[in-house]
């Protein structure tokens, strides 16, 4: 394939030089210069990326799983058509961050950011729970299985095994040894979503889930009604929104630090959250996707303690530090909560930062002992019951890791992948450094 794409590059160099584009007076277009031919080639890169953004472009505009319209809200949170963090959050390039620099790092970063085996994990099962008791199970990045005798919810469920963005676009998951499906399931009573980006909202598992109550943040239905939900299922929150759902559950949708957004052009239509939930005696904090803030402190303050807290733990790089927790941060985060004891998700299932793949579990596990926080580092897929005894064992050590990239083995190999790179990048890189209303620059 890769020599397919080699040939078809130099024929196309070829055929252009024997044109008169970039042609110097009294050079012969059947000799070209090296200079016109590399000019040639970045007139060829630039025309196909630029034919790549306005096919994505195009597309984002009419296919299903972009979700519903753009709606207008009575929030104090948002103003001219957009949602707001309740910090200034910049996401300028600084002195530290760039978009071409952080493009140009993903083109060189080693293959370590993902594994090249089946990461360890456990067989979903359903243990027997004595009344009271809670259990939870993370099934990879920040989807969370949580039960107990009498309800089961699910946090943030993503179960497709295409890409974390639109279409077949978006990083692929990593390969598990067990894999986990929508009917390996209990039926579901409740679900709720943290935002609307693809690696947290998945339209294929949405559709499975047609049967379940669905607590989302404010836009967020929409998106749940042109997938072929009734209005009736879904509940609507704004930050600090609470509702008793039973005797048995009560429930807060709190503030998170982040932004939305299932396009390029629709950024911050949607609002993103955190979700407080008391299950029986037992309380639990969610924080979907966000940067370190001090509000952290405030829902502490008003919801805490809590017996367990999920923290998005992965995905970060300084370009975007303020919309993604740095490891440090994440302990300190749960510090502010009054969290007994945290579980760091948000990783070890997609592709998404330049860290190696381990790092987020490794670094926040260093950083709890040092501050004396328990950090639960269960296997994916494994049960635990929250108050009783933590899993903590260091299950990403000794797993096999990539090996070395084709760019640093062959630079023209790299230069040729770089088109077909940029399409999953777009994904990943120019939603979080455009710069949508509801996030100020500096």
Do not use: C
Not at 82 to 100: I, K, Q, R, V, Y
Not at 109 to 120: I, K, Y
Not at 287 to 297: A, P
């Amino acid at each position: 394939m890769l020599s397919l794409v080699l040939l078809f590059f130099l024929m196309l160099i070829r055929s252009i030089a024997r044109t008169n584009l970039f042609l110097k007076h009294g050079e012969s277009p059947r000799q070209p210069s090296f200079k016109r031919k590399m000019k040639i080639f970045s007139f060829i890169f630039t025309i196909l990326i630029s034919i790549i953004i306005l096919l994505a472009s195009l597309v984002l505009n009419f296919v299903v799983d972009f979700g519903g319209e753009t709606q207008h809200f009575d929030s104090p949170n948002y103003d001219e058509g957009t949602f707001h963090n309740l910090e200034s959050t910049s996401l300028g390039p600084g002195e530290n961050a760039s978009f071409w620099g952080t493009l140009g790092d993903y083109m060189v970063s080693d293959d370590q950011r993902s594994p090249n085996v089946a990461l360890p994990s456990k067989p979903f099962t359903l243990e027997p729970l004595e009344p009271g008791q809670v259990s939870v199970t993370w099934l990879g990045h920040s989807t969370i299985f949580i039960r107990s005798t009498n309800l089961t919810i699910l946090m943030d469920p993503v179960f497709g095994d295409g890409g974390a963005g639109p279409l077949f676009f978006g990083p692929k998951p990593f390969p598990y040894e067990h894999t986990y499906a929508i009917d390996q399931l209990p039926n579901i009573d409740y679900v709720f979503i943290s935002h609307d980006h693809y690696d947290h909202l998945d339209m294929d598992t949405v559709r499975l889930l047609d049967e379940s109550s669905y607590f989302v943040p404010l836009g967020v239905k929409s998106h749940l009604v042109e997938w072929g939900l009734e209005p009736n299922q879904i509940q609507e929150f704004d930050w600090y929104d609470e509702t008793n759902i039973s005797s048995d559950i009560q429930v807060a949708m709190t503030p998170s630090r982040h932004f939305s957004g299932r396009g390029l052009f629709n950024g911050d239509t949607t609002l993103w959250a955190s979700w407080v939930l008391k299950i029986h005696n037992t309380s639990l904090y969610f924080s979907g996707d966000t940067g370190y803030m001090e509000e952290f402190k405030t829902i502490g303050e008003k919801y805490g303690p809590f017996d367990l807290a999920f923290l998005e733990s992965g995905q970060y790089n300084e370009a975007w530090k303020e919309i993604h927790m740095m490891p440090d941060e994440v302990v300190q985060a749960g510090i502010d909560l009054n969290a007994s004891a945290i579980l760091p998700i948000h990783n070890s299932k997609f592709e998404l930062a330049l860290h190696h793949w381990d790092e987020p579990l490794e670094r926040t596990s260093t950083y709890g002992l040092e501050r004396n926080l328990t950090v639960a580092t269960p296997f994916i897929g494994q049960n635990h019951i929250v108050g009783e005894e933590v899993p903590t064992e260091h299950w990403w050590k000794n797993v096999s890791i990539g090996e070395q990239p084709f760019l640093k083995e062959s630079p023209l190999v790299g230069v040729l992948l770089a088109p077909f790179n940029l399409i999953a990048l777009t994904w990943v890189i120019l939603p979080r450094l455009q710069s949508p209303s509801g996030i100020e620059e500096e």
